[in-house]
């Protein structure tokens, strides 16, 4: 531990950087660029080195720490009962200030003579900062401090605090009313005249509270919330309860007060306010609950399919968890400059406006989905996440994986036909084995102190693996089972925190209640194999050639690009085992234990010389690999009548086939891949195409601009050729979803493909839409993504600037998501650097949420892909400051760098690692991108030549048997 140590620059800069603006952090800018004042103290603490110094501003002592192990925990000395929040926000350009005030009623815990709570980018009035109760006659604020790093902020008082006093702490403040979509931030839009319009709205999930309120910004502090909004007279404001009473303000005649009924005890976190001119649109069939979707005047229209969905999902959610709704309403309301998709806050959930706006005609099916499952994944949280709450970040899947689980659900019970079941293999499995299949991914449970670290775990492990292992519950427990053991769950933990602990051992009392069978394991023995561990297994099923009843099944752990010395790892696997899917009583299940001993069944074989299925519709989330013998049985069964075999699985053996011979797992490697797959030509259903075309994809990207690629294009448009010629451009008004989904998936790949009579029609269609772009009859949503990026490809600086003008025009933000794509389907140098720019400029066509979207693209376009990261370098501190910090930067260079694929690229990214380390919270984003693109190089290295040949071999002649 140093004493008295010399704060690196790079720390000082880089700290002024990141809280550039923050009043308090321009204090601490100055002084540390300037000599230090006379009085300035240096001090230690026990922990670690702090470097404490008086600014000039006011009695505040700012601390620097140089990085390390940091302490970013609250003390537990107070537990937080009411808070009382008043902001009074100027929505004006040119004056973007928050008046603040907040009491904090609070019992002391434990003695101490100060109190500790976060705040950031905020200026305190000391000589507001009160301290009362009873008994606290007297007390004084000796003065405060504050720790940039951990945005403590430190009241050190006069006398002592005595376990179990109740106490009032109030102070006011300036914030800002900023524009990094974090804390209380403004958004804007322009209304029918032209004019600008500015909002105030907050996102505070998971660490920006502190920005708007000083507060325990952690998510076991729970409390309730007195909220007042000041707001000018012609605006209304919503928060998390309904309005009690409107004032009018004391000395702003321009201004009222809206006074809200305090509400449930919750986390910081999902504490939420807006103030808008927005529309108030109800739902029509509310029941107890009252449902309306706020949006911008003009968009009115759009929320109507919101307004007919949600009263029914969130009903279906009281009704699965046998919970009621516990508040009076539920507001919703659409964003214009949303970071994230949505936000759960309690009674008002916060979109994007393409998770919630859908106007038919304009927007795509696709589009549609998006906005029932966003509605179902925020209703879910107001039970999971919301009423019983995880206790640390680290836990954050428990909040994240039910609601995705239970997402597939809610949309279920509103959508049957959008059969979200078969969804869930394509949006969930297979799209986290991609990164679960890294050694650089990580456990559900994952440790997390910093804001950075708490950020870097929303991602798809706590979504999608950890939706994905609960759905694999489900069906080992059975899914009664679940319901019961979570309902009492919750009951237990209402208003309160919980731990993953806590959890399993409900489910375990409910499943020991009806006697389900695990093998003699505890519930919490078999999901820590999940939950701990990374990544996740192949099972291998082999059978016995002498002996065809006979099986052996065996355990691998599954990592995409293999290395000398991997550990091994082994889970608690719930096995289900299928020889006919017409008759589901076949269906055998048994348990792998977490050993590498092999286990040998002979009952499970009913029919010798009959392929068997391993994961009955991929309920596990685990891989399967087979013997040749079985592997040929199979493919035969596709061959010939591969309806036999349910569609989730025939999904599941595309994907596991084509992933087992990429990682080297698979016998006959692409061969045996390329084989299975060529069934496609009579596959007429949506998910196993869905799963190719992913997977098709991505070889296709790796392989591009090779002779192989060529080749492989011809063989996929080849295949998919029975399935355009059935639904070329012509959508009908019966359509089902699926049909308009596989619609698209046709012409994607004929287009995609440079098939001549569909960019032809392609080119034609744009022409007529462009010319008249306000009539949707002219083009179908379903298909304009690939019908607007095919005549980008074809054309030239006329279609992009159509494209920007459409973009900039649209009412219909979804419209703007297909548009920006198909701008960046163009080879112009010039072009594509443009929306580069625009992408870290404030006022350009694209906003500040859909910066990412460009960087997505790019990924994906040859000149585009190598540009970007280029550009990311050089504009490194402006994406910071206009981001709010550098992971996004990070999370950039991860989606740009996806289908690199030559060593030179490799060697790039990790010397950008090693040079921007320094400055990161976190390096995992980093770290997942190098790994990744390790694994393309070695990739095409190893099966270049056998894809090429198998390629060649077929050419032509890809239907054949
Ligand atoms: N709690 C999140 C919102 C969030 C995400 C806050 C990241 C902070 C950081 C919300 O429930 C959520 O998960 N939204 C998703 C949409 C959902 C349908 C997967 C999102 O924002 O993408
Ligand atoms: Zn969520």
Redesign the pocket.
Known sequence: MGKGVTLPKWLVIAACIIFVGGMVAVGLCVYYLAPPPPGSEVTTDTTSTVTETTTQTDMTTTTLRPPGDINYRLPRHFSPILYTVRLLPIIEEGNFTIFGDVTIDMVCNENTNHIVLHINDMDVHQETIKVSGEGLEGMMVHHTSFDQITQFFTIHLSGELKAGMQLSLSMSYLAKLNDILGGFYRSSYFDVNGNRRYIATT?F??TDARRAFPCFDEPNFKARFAITLGRKKDMTSISNMPINRTVPHENMPDYEWDIYEESVPMSTYLVAFVISDFVKNPAPNAGETEVAVWSRPGAEEQTRYATNITSTVLEYFEEFFQIPYPLPKQDMIAIPDF??????NWGLITY?ET?VLYQPGVSSAQNKQ?VA??I???LA?QWF?NLVTTDWWDLLWL??GF??YL?FKGVDRVEPEMKMEQQYLNDAIHYVMQLDGLNSSHPMIMPANNPDEI?EL?DPIA?EKSGSVLRMMEDFLGLEVLKEGLTNYLNNRTYDTATADVLWEFLGDTATKYSVDLNGLTVKDILDTWSLQKNFPVVKVERNPENYTEITVSQKRFISAQFEGAEEYYWHVPLTFIQDFSNNSSLKRRWLSNSSEPAVYTDIIDEPNSWIICNHKVFGYYRVDYDEINWDLIQVQLQTNHTKIDVMNRAQIVDDALNLASADYLNQTYKRAMDLTSYLKNEFDWLPWETADNNFDRLRNLLSGTEAGALLNDHIRSLALHLYELYDFNEDPMDKHLDLFLRTIAVRIACGTNFAPCVEKAKENFINWSADPDNAELISPNLKPTITCTAMREGDVKEFDFLVRRYNSTNVAAEKDQLLSAMMCTDDIILLRRLLEWSITDGSPIRKQDAVFVYRGMATNQIGKTLALGFIQDNWEQIASYTGGYLTATEWIQSVSRYYNKQSELDELIRLKEEKAPQLGTVRTLDQAIEQVTANVQWLEKHYQTIHNWLRNNSGNPVKN
């Open positions: 996102q999930q998971p970071g994230a998709g949505a936000m759960e994007r998770a998006r499952v966003v179902a994944h925020e949280h996440g909040n994240e609601a995705t997402e950020n929303f979504y």
